[in-house]
């Protein structure tokens, strides 16, 4: 057994969510599969993302027991202090569903964007300073003996979606994330494949082939670079700040509509030739720009029908993910739950 977590010390910039307070934190009730049959078992889920980090504690029936939304760094906050702010919270969470002595933590998960390799986390424009954090040593330190699992938080949402969302009985399959960030989760036999170094999925690098001149594919159709493409053109129409991602997709505005079909045909050309390539069974679209699905499945969709005329169904063959906007946080639970069975994937690092 575990030693239970102690409660840590107050601060003014953390709270505990009540338990009716959790629902916001995933977009539906039902989590990845809770494992165990000892509801007194629990663990703590970690997405820290670019702007936002959700945290959740979960018992072994699936149900939230605390849950927050908080800003990954506060104002002139560096990395360090923010990933230490956060694991701190993460830790009273879990301290306030044990301190009844009823329920044990036994595992932490914790997803960000970046590759994870043994050397920790590297690589991630959108946590700008974490490649300089000890990110193991902090978790380390925040939950002592209990094993916290770090990943990388696209990896993590295409375990949730072949887990349990739309990537179920696809093998192989392909998540792809659309958000702030682009990169993609091969899974082959109900896994996640890691590559050799555990960075395989990084497609946000990659370049139009016989076009070194253009941007990669992050720099076209991430949601952060889409809103600053926008940003010299409305500042020079006087039209006040640009809209948001999402909304530049779908807008009527001749000049947004050019850059979002720049953007949208270059992912198209990506995806096509990650389908050609792979050969998956189903394609799993999940981030914050599928708020927008139906405009880009139906550029991708159409873009497949049309150049890949072999395939059967484009409209089966890429599909929106079944959690679009929390497969992350549940792919962290579902790596917690992994390490308390003993499981360790190669893609993901563990404190013990």
Request: aromatic letters at 2%; a negative charge; glycine letters at 12%.
């Amino acid at each position: 057994m575990t030693e239970p977590i102690p409660p840590a010390g107050a601060s003014a910039t953390t709270s505990i969510a009540r338990p009716e307070d959790c629902d916001d934190v995933f977009d539906s009730a039902d989590l990845v599969d809770p494992p165990l049959p000892r509801d007194s078992l629990g663990i703590v889920a970690l997405d820290i993302g670019g702007t936002k980090t959700a945290m959740a504690a979960i018992d072994a029936a699936g149900t939230v027991l605390a849950g927050c939304r908080v800003a990954t760094r506060e104002p002139g906050e560096d990395m360090a202090h923010a990933l230490d702010r956060l694991l701190r919270l993460a830790r009273e969470q879990a301290a306030a569903v044990t301190r009844d002595g009823r329920r044990e933590i036994v595992a932490v998960g914790l997803v960000c964007p970046g590759t994870v390799t043994s050397a920790g986390v590297e690589l991630s424009p959108n946590l700008p300073g974490i490649e300089n954090v000890d990110v193991l040593g902090l978790a380390r330190a925040a939950f002592g003996t209990v094993p916290v699992v770090v990943a990388n938080d696209v990896k993590a949402a295409g375990l949730a979606e072949v887990r349990s969302g739309a990537l179920v009985g696809a093998d192989p399959g392909l998540f792809v994330n659309l958000g702030t960030g682009v990169a993609a989760a091969l899974t082959v036999g109900g896994r996640i494949v890691g590559g050799a170094r555990g960075v395989a999925g990084e497609i946000g690098y990659s370049l139009v082939p016989g076009r070194p001149d253009e941007p990669d594919l992050e720099s076209l159709i991430g949601g952060g670079p889409l809103v600053a493409r926008t940003q010299a053109l409305y500042a020079l129409a006087g039209n006040g700040p640009p809209p948001d991602a999402a909304a530049i997709l779908t807008s009527a505005d001749p000049r947004l509509r050019a850059v979002a079909e720049h953007a949208l045909d270059v992912l198209a050309g990506h995806v096509l030739n990650l389908h050609l390539a792979l050969d998956p069974t189903r394609i799993a679209l999940g981030g914050g720009l599928m708020a927008v699905s139906d405009r880009i499945l139906d550029v991708l969709r159409g873009f497949l029908a049309k150049h890949s005329p072999g395939t059967p169904d484009p409209g089966e063959a890429i599909v929106a993910a079944r959690y679009i906007h929390d497969g992350a946080l549940r792919g962290a639970a579902a790596l917690a739950w992994d390490v308390v069975r003993g499981e360790r994937p190669r893609w993901a690092l563990t404190t013990r």
